[in-house]
Nanobody, 119 residues
Framework: QVQLVESGGGLVQAEGSLRLSCAAS????????MGWFRQAPGKEREFVAA????????AYGDSVKGRFTIATDNAKFTVYLQMSALKVEDTAVYYC????????????WGQGTQVTVSS
């Protein structure tokens, strides 16, 4: 019904920047919210950021607030995560996810993209 494909991950030095992209396809009109999550080895999945398709309301996890920015290009059905001032502890697999209108859970998930930050 909805497909999400992430791109943009890679290796970057601490204090550097990286932009992740997530392209949505399928029944995108049914979606209310896009989110980014991350998971490092041995750790629980962590909320990073979210944005609504309508209105552009945003939310950020405390660990990335002030450093990361989430944005959408509605015409391209794409959500971005602009990451700056990267830290080694930002190293993780980053996942794009989506909620449907009227549904609280993130039902759709991308395959993930690896971000590695070196000191």
């Amino acid at each position: 019904q909805v497909q999400l494909v992430e791109s943009g991950g890679g290796l970057v030095q601490a204090e550097g920047s990286l932009r992740l992209s997530c392209a949505a396809s399928g029944r995108t009109g049914s979606l209310s919210t896009m989110g980014w999550f991350r998971q490092a080895p041995g750790k629980e999945r962590e909320f990073v950021a979210a944005i609504t398709w309508r209105g552009g309301f945003t939310a950020y996890g405390d660990s990335v607030k002030g450093r990361f920015t989430i944005a959408t290009d509605n015409a391209k059905f794409t959500v971005y995560l602009q990451m700056s001032a990267l830290k080694v502890e930002d190293t993780a697999v980053y996942y794009c996810a989506a909620k449907r209108i009227g549904v609280n859970e993130y039902e759709y998930w991308g395959q993930g993209t690896q971000v590695t930050v070196s000191s």
